[in-house]
T-cell receptor, first 112, second 111 residues
């Protein structure tokens, strides 16, 4: 079955360390997204990419970086510059501007 | 700026007690309105897309409706397994790939 795979499900890191969250899709979708979800805040867009080798900052890009070297993959790096990295991170994809997003099951990152 | 407001923030129902969730929106040139269901610790799961005022979609105990300013998600005779957070999002026209999400309504259905 086609879908989006995020790994790992849980991730623990020490403050000051960079960490990379994986996102892979086999839906042949052009667009991919990274969202952060905190209690009471809803979904906040970190980065998105509409085509390979191109991506744009979302509303809260500071302290994060991404790459899009392959259509299937859109990894997110949470850098040490991100002041409050502990959160639930969701990756999504869509086939076109009229289609709903397909989400992965998230990675819960805890930084201590 | 596109805006989506969902109400109530939280809703507790008894099993079988029908109710509605509201999604009010302002968007320049609505392309589509989406409803998602999110279970704790999981990613949102797509439920419905509505494209124009007057449109309705149904799935089991859920029915989504759309007007020019808001959408309702009606839940008829809910069961405990309907407990989840329900998210609404709007997509503007003009080729934008970025939907605007509401903060969701957390629904708990007690047996």
């Amino acid at each position: 079955d086609g879908g989006i795979t995020q790994s790992p499900k849980y991730l623990f890191r020490k403050e000051g360390q960079n960490v990379t969250l994986s996102c892979e899709q086999n839906l042949n979708h052009d667009a991919m997204y990274w969202y952060r979800q905190d209690p009471g805040q809803g979904l906040r867009l970190i980065y998105y990419s509409q085509i390979v080798n191109d991506f744009q900052k979302g509303d809260i890009a500071e302290g994060y970086s991404v790459s899009r070297e392959k259509k299937e993959s859109f990894p997110l790096t949470v850098t040490s510059a991100q002041k409050n990295p502990t959160a639930f991170y969701l990756c999504a994809s869509s086939g076109d501007a009229d289609s709903p997003l397909h989400f992965g099951n998230g990675t819960r990152l805890t930084v201590t | 700026e596109d805006q989506v407001t969902q109400s109530p923030e939280a809703l507790r129902l008894q099993e079988g007690e029908s109710s509605s969730l509201n999604c009010s929106y302002t968007v320049s040139g609505l392309r589509g309105l989406f409803w998602y269901r999110q279970d704790p610790g999981k990613g949102p799961e797509f439920l419905f897309t509505l494209y124009s005022a007057g449109e309705e979609k149904e799935k089991e105990r859920l029915k989504a409706t759309l007007t020019k300013k808001e959408s309702f998600l009606h839940i008829t005779a809910p069961k405990p397994e309907d407990s989840a957070t329900y998210l609404c999002a709007v997509q503007r026209g003009g080729g934008s790939y970025i939907p605007t999400f509401g903060r969701g309504t957390s629904l708990i259905v007690h047996p």
